[in-house]
C-alpha cells in the first residue's frame, strides 16, 4: 500500500527554527509538494520538489531524498502566524497526489 | 485567493436531504478535484475530472456524485445525507490533471457542511 507518515503535532517558540519530517513509501514517485492549512481554511502550496536537496524560499525550506523516501520541511524565524497543519504529499507513479495526514505545528510566545 | 471559488460557503441541511455543491476552477485549470475534510481530519480525496471526463476515483461514496461542465465548472452532489457527512469539502483546481509531475493543485475556500 501507500502510505506517509508525518508527526502528530509539533510545537515550537516564536523565533527559533522547526523541521517537520515527511517519510512517504508509494508506487513511484513523481515529486513531493508541501501545503500550509490554516484551520477551517483551505491548504495553500508552499512548495515542490522532485531532485535531492534543499529547496528555499524566504524563510521556508523544503529537502528531498528520493533515495530514502524522507523529505522535510524547515520553518526560520517562526512568528506566531506559522500556527498551522503542514500537509505533505507525494505524487506517486499514476500521477495521482497521496496525502499525509498533516503536522498540526503550535506556536508558543 | 487562489483563484478558485465555491459556493455556498456554508450550507446546513437536515439527514436525508440532497445538496449541490458548486466550484469554478481558475482560468486555464483543465482538472477538478473534490476532498472533504472531517473535523480534526487529514483531507479524503473524492473525485477528479479533467475536462469533462472522470479521471480518478477515491473514497466517495455510492451517496455522492460529481460532474464537470463544459465550460469546466464542477458540481458535487450529496443525497440521503447522514451526520457522518457534516465536514470541509474543497474544491481544487490544476492545469492539466497532473499528468506533469509539478501540476499544482490549488484549493478553493471550501464550503461548511452541517448536517443536523
Known amino acids: 500500500g501507500q502510505n506517509i507518515d508525518q508527526p502528530t503535532e509539533m510545537t515550537a517558540t516564536e523565533g527559533a527554527i522547526v523541521q517537520i519530517n515527511c517519510t512517504y513509501q508509494?508506487?513511484?514517485?513523481?515529486?513531493l509538494f508541501w501545503y500550509q492549512q490554516h484551520a477551517g481554511e483551505a491548504p495553500t502550496f508552499l512548495s515542490y520538489?522532485?531532485l535531492d536537496g534543499l529547496e528555499e524560499k524566504g524563510r521556508f525550506s523544503s529537502f528531498l531524498s528520493r533515495s530514502k523516501g524522507y523529505s522535510y520541511l524547515l520553518l526560520k524565524e517562526l512568528q506566531m502566524k506559522d500556527s498551522a497543519s503542514y500537509l505533505c504529499?507525494?505524487?506517486?507513479?499514476?500521477?495521482?497526489?497521496?496525502w499525509g495526514a498533516g503536522t498540526k505545528l503550535i506556536i508558543k510566545p | 485567493d487562489s483563484g478558485v471559488t465555491q459556493t455556498p460557503k456554508h450550507l446546513i441541511t437536515a439527514t436525508g436531504q440532497r445538496v449541490t455543491l458548486r466550484c469554478s476552477p481558475r482560468?486555464?485549470?483543465?482538472?477538478v478535484y473534490w476532498y472533504q475534510q472531517s473535523l480534526d481530519q487529514g483531507l479524503q480525496f473524492l473525485i477528479q475530472?479533467?475536462?469533462?471526463?472522470?479521471?480518478a476515483k477515491g473514497n466517495i461514496l455510492e451517496r455522492f456524485s460529481a460532474q464537470q461542465f463544459p465550460d469546466l465548472h464542477s458540481e458535487l452532489n450529496l443525497s440521503s445525507l447522514e451526520l457522518g457527512d457534516s465536514a470541509l469539502y474543497f474544491c481544487?483546481?490544476?492545469?492539466?490533471?497532473?499528468?506533469?509531475?509539478?501540476?499544482?493543485?490549488?484549493f478553493g475556500p471550501g464550503t461548511r457542511l452541517t448536517v443536523l
Open positions: 520538489n522532485v
Open positions: 482560468s486555464g485549470d483543465l482538472s
Open positions: 481544487a483546481s490544476s492545469r492539466v490533471g497532473g499528468s506533469s509531475g509539478s501540476d499544482t493543485q490549488y
Open positions: 475530472y479533467y475536462n469533462g471526463e472522470e479521471r
Open positions: 508509494t508506487s513511484g514517485f513523481n515529486g
Open positions: 504529499a507525494v505524487r506517486d507513479s499514476n500521477y495521482q497526489l497521496i
